[in-house]
Nanobody, 118 residues
C-alpha cells in the first residue's frame, strides 16, 4: 500500500503563487506516475498535471505556462508550483499515484484546499 499526504494549500489573491507538496510513504517502489487532480464545488474531478518516474510531464491546457509539476524520486515527493493563480483555480487539490505510466490512479491523498480570491 501507498499513503499520500498533501500540504501547502491555502488562501491567495489572484495573481499570486502557492506550492503544493505531496509525500508518499509505504510501498513507494511500485509507483511510476504521480499527479495532481482538483475538484471545484459542483464540478467533476479534473486531472491537472502528471509526472512519470523519468519526469515526463503533462498538463491540462488551462494551467499550461502557470503550473509546474516536479518530483524527487529519492524523497518520494511530488510538488505543484502554481503561479499566476486565478479564481477559477479554486478547488480541493488531490495528490495521486499509480503503478504504471498510464491507466487509473491507484492511490490518493486526502486533499488540500486552494482558494484564490479576486
Amino acid at each position: 500500500q501507498v499513503q499520500l499526504e498533501e500540504s501547502g494549500g491555502g488562501l491567495v489573491q489572484a495573481g499570486g503563487s502557492l506550492r503544493l507538496s505531496c509525500a508518499a510513504s509505504g510501498s513507494t517502489v511500485i509507483i511510476n506516475t504521480m499527479g495532481w487532480y482538483r475538484q471545484a464545488p459542483g464540478k467533476e474531478r479534473e486531472l491537472v498535471a502528471t509526472i512519470t518516474y523519468r519526469s515526463t510531464t503533462n498538463y491540462v491546457d488551462s494551467v499550461k505556462g502557470r503550473f509546474t509539476i516536479s518530483r524527487d524520486n529519492a524523497k518520494n515527493t511530488v510538488a505543484l508550483q502554481m503561479n499566476s493563480l486565478k479564481p477559477e483555480d479554486t478547488a480541493v487539490y488531490y495528490c495521486a499515484a499509480r503503478k504504471y505510466v498510464s491507466g487509473d490512479f491507484n492511490y490518493w491523498g486526502q486533499g488540500t484546499q486552494v482558494t484564490v480570491s479576486s
